[in-house]
């Protein structure tokens, strides 16, 4: 027993350093996990589906973008590079789709305003950012998203996402004028930007996609016949394997690519007005006034619309569609803020996370960082080889189109609120969305909703004593 003992430790001393040189020196596992999770963030899930993701967030990207640029003179070359490296960035780090959109309300502000241009836009935006990097590093921006009830935050998510909707509609109903952000008449039903043309992609979302549930499956009834049995299974596998190739195929991205083929074909001219080369990038000068009229009229409209939309909704919103891959406040908070404390001093479009682009890219097929980082690649290259030339061809975009897209992102965003479980929860969630959209104020339904919720509390407690009295006294 005491010699088999001693060659067991012999054997083990023997295989000691063999194994200690198996491991890795001291230091070499940090970079090599970081490698690894950028693979793993990064690696595509399905090559087709990632690249359908990537342009279900082009219905509000684009026509933003494309009005400044047209109204207001946005060094648009600048803005595809940062915010190509924006997306980039933020899909190596989170691994999900996670979107990168232009503040709406900045811009709202500076399509609207002739005294507000770019020099403002961009004190806006840096404001705003300054704000929200000091909320994340803090930790304040955590402490508010634990506060909130989820009630309210389905309430924000359900009127943005019928705000897309609307809009939507919107674009694909009238002529719209995006460098006065205004609609005309009714569209026409024929033409290269028609509405037969906005219908036939609607319906071939529909058809391809469904209502977006994943776990569809075909029910196949089998004959009760012994004879028919074999060739009634073979048609079904027949059907089977047709409903599982058009749900495959890369919806959005042949809409989007049909898009720019009717876009160039409208104005053949375009092409010659290209001018290859990135664009200029100067760093900003902005003035008193600018900082001044920027905070006012930029900043302080558009930050509630940046913490409940682009940093709360958000981090709920993630949750619900990627389970295990929750996000905190706290670094959607910081990345938004980061991000817009660089872009925006070299004249970059204001831009932020939003709950409708990750709905929309997942919606679309988006499951990966891989899918954002796929676009940002795509905006960098644009930018780089003919800078804001690309306009040109924007500006010929069947806007109808963009309307099918925007549509059936804001209704994914809308149908993330259908888990209100009690009546109560349904009551916050409702009177928040129709504040939000009566008065497009997300900050006063958020605050709206939350005082219904307190409300609420208040009277179920004051029930309990009540009751808890009566029984005591019975």
């Known amino acids: 027993m005491a010699s088999q003992t001693l060659r067991n430790s012999t054997s083990e001393t023997a295989r000691l350093p063999s194994e200690i040189t198996q491991y890795p020196p001291p230091g070499s596992e940090f970079p090599a996990k970081i490698v690894e999770k950028l693979k793993n963030n990064l690696v595509f899930r399905s090559k087709w589906a990632e690249l359908n993701g990537a342009m279900g967030d082009l219905g509000t990207f684009i026509p933003i973008v494309l009005a400044l640029t047209l109204a207001k003179d946005l060094n648009l070359g600048t803005t595809l590079i940062f915010t190509g490296v924006y997306n980039i960035l933020t899909g190596a780090f989170y691994g999900v789709p996670m979107p990168v959109q232009p503040m709406k309300s900045i811009a709202a502000v500076a399509i609207s305003d002739p005294d507000f241009g770019i020099p403002e836009a961009t004190a806006a935006g840096i404001c705003t950012a300054a704000i929200l990097f000091v909320l994340g590093v803090t930790g304040l921006m955590q402490l508010v998203y634990k506060l909130i009830p989820l009630a309210v935050v389905r309430g924000i998510q359900l009127s943005q996402g019928l705000s897309f909707a609307m809009t939507a509609v919107k674009y694909i109903r009238n002529v719209q004028n995006f460098s006065t952000s205004k609609s005309g008449g009714e569209r026409n039903w024929m033409g290269l930007d028609g509405l037969i043309l906005a219908l036939v992609c609607a319906c071939f979302i529909v058809v391809v996609n469904g209502a977006g549930d994943e776990n569809d499956e075909i029910e196949t009834v089998r004959g009760s016949n012994g004879g028919d049995d074999e060739q009634e299974e073979e048609r079904f596998r027949k059907v089977e394997r047709l409903t599982k190739m058009v749900s495959t195929l890369p919806f959005a991205f042949i809409i989007f690519v049909l898009g720019v083929i009717f876009a160039i074909i409208r104005q053949p001219e375009a092409l010659k007005k290209f001018r290859f080369g990135p664009s200029s990038i100067k760093i900003m000068k902005i003035s008193k006034h600018a900082w001044k009229e920027g905070f006012i009229k930029g900043t302080i409209p558009q930050l509630p619309i940046s913490i409940l939309n682009s940093v709360i909704a958000v981090c709920k919103l993630s949750s619900d569609l990627f389970p295990?891959?929750?996000?905190?406040a706290t670094s959607l908070s910081v990345t938004v803020g980061g991000m817009n404390l660089v872009g925006?001093?070299?004249?970059?479009?204001?831009?932020?996370?939003?709950?409708?682009g990750l709905a929309g890219q997942y919606k679309f097929g988006g499951r990966s960082g891989g899918c954002v980082a796929a676009l940002g690649a795509a905006k960098v290259v644009v930018g780089v080889v003919v800078g804001s030339s690309v306009v040109r061809v924007l500006e010929n975009f069947p806007v109808g189109v963009l309307g099918v897209l925007l549509l059936f992102a804001g209704i994914e965003l809308g149908m993330c609120s259908r888990d209100m479980?009690?009546?109560?929860?349904?009551?916050?969630?409702l009177l928040c969305t129709a504040v939000s959209l009566v008065r497009s104020s997300a900050a006063l339904g958020f605050l709206c909703g939350v005082a219904a919720h307190l409300l609420l509390q208040l009277r179920k407690i004051g029930r309990n004593r009540a009751c808890s009295r009566g029984v005591m006294s019975a």
Request: glycine share 18%; proline share 4%; aromatic share 14%.
């Open 324 to 328: 295990g891959r929750d996000f905190s």
């Open 421 to 429: 479980g009690t009546k109560e929860e349904s009551f916050v969630m």
């Open 344 to 356: 925006c001093w070299f004249g970059a479009m204001p831009c932020c996370h939003g709950a409708g």
